[in-house]
């Protein structure tokens, strides 16, 4: 499965985003897609988790009520995952990644349990 990013950007603190994740040519419903961010010099860390058709959404408790993860498996065009970011804070600043699982979300979407991965997208919050 081919997970493409894309809507990363240099904002200000406050501002908002809305990354995208879409796998051309492939299905994810089968699939769980999970949000990571990382800096240089840490480790890639978990953001936040969805299911393929259930919906069922997960988040780490740093971005609760500011970031919402969202799928549009329509098919009206390829599927596409959604990131909204809001009230952004300069500790958001990182390379965003999706990836995608066969296991559920609430196995507790580790990095390592993680089948396929995109190429991650860079966002920048500062003044």
């Known amino acids: 499965v081919q997970l493409v990013e894309s809507g990363g950007d240099l904002v200000h603190p406050g501002g908002s985003l809305r990354l995208s994740c879409a796998a051309p040519k492939y299905t994810l419903e089968d699939y769980a897609v999970a949000w990571f961010r990382q800096v240089p010099g840490k480790e890639r860390e978990r953001v936040s988790c969805?299911?393929?058709?259930?919906?069922?959404?997960?988040?780490?408790e740093a971005v609760k009520g500011r970031f919402t993860v969202s799928s549009d498996l329509t098919k009206s065009t390829e599927d596409t995952i959604y990131l909204q970011m809001t009230n952004l804070r300069e500790d958001d600043t990182a390379r965003y990644f999706c990836a995608a699982t066969e296991l559920s979300c609430t196995f507790g979407f580790q990095a390592a349990d993680m089948d396929f991965w995109g190429n991650g997208t860079q966002v920048t919050v500062s003044s």
């Open positions: 969805i299911s393929g058709t259930a919906g069922q959404t997960f988040y780490v």
